[in-house]
T-cell receptor, first 114, second 113 residues
């Protein structure tokens, strides 16, 4: 069966510091991968998605970036965190073929920028 | 773009039935999903509708009317553990790549004894 891992689970970082969140998927190959952010009391906002190694699409302009160095690894980074970057970061995967392409979420990373 | 509306909060009694509505506007509808999210946890997939009608899965059912841009999630025989947020998400075929989903802000359901 497929599993998705994220780490760290929680993180407290000062403004201006760098960020690196990691996501890995097991039990499947060539998945579509996604990074979402969920701010307190708000919906899920899609940040990045990837259909293959080295292929990253950004949904919203921001000070975050993503990379996919391996088929089942997805990394979210920032060079300088802002207060507004606080939130619950979720990685998700979906199969790359049908029929429904439902997305499965990792456990998430709760980031607090102070 | 996409516009997804759900009630913010609902309260229901243990053992009862509750219906959570979702309306959407999208240019290239290609599927609607319901997710359950307990506080502090990741969303978990509940159901998928792409054709009109009712999909039943145990105590949970999901309905879709594409002509009305409307879906609902029906929860029967409510249990305390059903207290969670329920997220409606829509897929749009005209959005490039990766079968992206667009989520509503979710409905927080509280089940009371």
């Amino acid at each position: 069966s497929q599993t998705i891992h994220q780490w760290p689970a929680t993180l407290v970082q000062p403004v201006g510091s760098p960020l690196s969140l990691e996501c890995t998927v097991e039990g499947t190959s060539n998945p579509n991968l996604y990074w979402y952010r969920q701010a307190a009391g708000r919906g899920l906002q899609l940040l990045f998605y990837s259909v293959g190694i080295g292929q990253i699409s950004s949904e919203v302009p921001q000070n975050l970036s993503a990379s996919r160095p391996q088929d089942r690894q997805f990394i979210l980074s920032s060079k300088k965190l802002l207060l507004s970057d606080s939130g619950f970061y979720l990685c998700a995967w979906s199969p790359s073929d049908g029929p429904s392409y439902e997305q499965y979420f990792g456990p998430g990373t709760r980031l607090t920028v102070t | 773009g996409q516009n997804i509306d759900q009630p913010t909060e609902m309260t229901a009694t243990e053992g009862a039935i509750v219906q959570i509505n979702c309306t959407y506007q999208t240019s290239g509808f290609n599927g609607l999903f319901w997710y359950q999210q307990h506080a502090g946890e990741a969303p978990t997939f509940l159901s998928y509708n792409v054709l009109d009608g009712l999909e039943e899965k145990g105590r949970f059912s999901s309905f879709l009317s594409r002509s009305k841009g409307y879906s609902y999630l029906l929860l029967k025989e409510l249990q305390m553990k059903d207290s969670a947020s329920y997220l409606c998400a829509v897929r749009d075929r005209w959005r490039t790549g990766a079968n992206n989903l667009f989520f509503g802000t979710g409905t927080r359901l509280t089940v009371i004894p």
